[in-house]
């Protein structure tokens, strides 16, 4: 089959190299639900090769190395040719070398964070004319976030730090004249105080955002909306301002309660945590636990105390990854 009959209007060309990194990201931060996100100093690498051999070879070492497929179906390599598929491009065969250090199905953005590698690569490695299309960084985070349906974790994978996300609709007609408001997502970034610092408690079990997301109810009390809409702009003065208001600023009444039956052994360190004074929640969907400290001593004091109570809530691996400011990076050779 040639170019004209497949109607692609370009090559990927082959025995090209690119190289992404994208960190974790902790989605939430408490009441922030699908809206606010933060950068972890913790990184996925993903170095694609293009070939004129046709096909997808994937190797993957750490996180996820047992368990995931090495073909066309691995999930970075089906993002990358529907990427170039999208947007009018003949692929090239790939080889990819995943290096994953984001724990999977702990509520760290992996899914997100292998999203946006994928659509990083693709795009840097398309022919000019098609490289144009694509949109840059905000392109990038335009089909990231539409792939992963929430923006929460995606915004910070692509931009780092700390951001804000929220989607907006334009009504439109579709056939037989019903109203249809497709939605577009956006974000914006929050200059994060320098004295914040996170925690995180990672467990041994995972926990699928689709499983802790069916546990949400449709709808929740006005009060507990009221509530909750204070508390996240409390948030944002707490991490952009004033870290005092933390412990009050990170309280939820929208999500965790619900997700707690899933994850009882975080639900008990939070409330423990929490119960000391420190600004405990679930990370994205759980189970990790993000402690957002005020400043370094204060972090070492959360670690401590996540030690003593080990025997209580179960093994923990606890962290303090710092922050990642850059985002999704790419480095073409």
Not at 6 to 19: C, K, M, N, S, W
Not at 75 to 89: K, M, N, P, Q, S
Request: glycine share 10%.
């Amino acid at each position: 089959m040639d170019r004209q009959s497949t109607g692609l209007d370009h090559r990927i060309a082959a025995g090209q190299r690119v190289t992404v990194t994208v960190p974790a990201t902790s989605a939430n931060l408490g009441p922030g639900f699908d809206c606010m996100g933060l950068a972890l100093g913790l990184q996925d690498t993903l170095v694609v090769r293009t070939s004129d051999q046709p096909g997808a070879r994937v190797s993957v070492s750490g996180e996820g190395a047992a368990d995931l497929p090495t073909d066309e179906s691995h999930l970075v390599a089906r993002t990358i040719l529907d990427r170039w598929r999208e947007l009018g491009v003949e692929a090239a065969g790939l080889e990819l070398e995943a290096t994953n250090r984001i724990p999977h199905g702990r509520g760290l953005g992996s899914s997100a964070a292998a999203i946006v590698s994928a659509l990083a690569a693709a795009d840097a490695l398309l022919p000019a004319e098609a490289a144009a299309k694509a949109g840059g960084r905000d392109g990038l985070f335009e089909a990231a976030a539409l792939l992963e349906g929430h923006p929460d974790n995606v915004a910070p994978a692509v931009y780092g730090g700390l951001t804000l996300s929220y989607e907006t609709a334009q009504a439109t007609l579709i056939d037989g004249g019903e109203p249809h408001r497709p939605s577009t997502m956006h974000t914006v970034a929050l200059a994060l105080h320098q004295d914040i610092v996170p925690v995180v408690a990672i467990p041994d079990v995972e926990l699928s955002t689709k499983a802790a997301r069916g546990l949400l109810p449709q709808t929740v009390p006005h009060a507990h909306a009221s509530a909750n809409a204070a508390r996240a702009g409390l948030l944002v003065t707490a991490l952009t301002r004033e870290p005092s208001l933390l412990h009050i600023g990170t309280e939820d009444f929208l999500h965790q309660s619900y997700r707690f039956a899933a994850m009882e052994e975080s639900a008990g360190l939070i409330r423990s945590l929490r119960a000391q004074g420190y600004a405990a929640v679930v990370s994205g969907a759980g189970p990790t636990v993000l402690i957002l400290a005020h400043g370094s001593e204060q972090a070492g004091s959360i670690a401590e105390a996540i030690e003593r109570g080990v025997d209580e809530f179960g093994p923990w691996r606890v962290e303090i990854p710092g922050l990642d400011v850059s985002g999704a990076m790419v480095e073409l050779h």
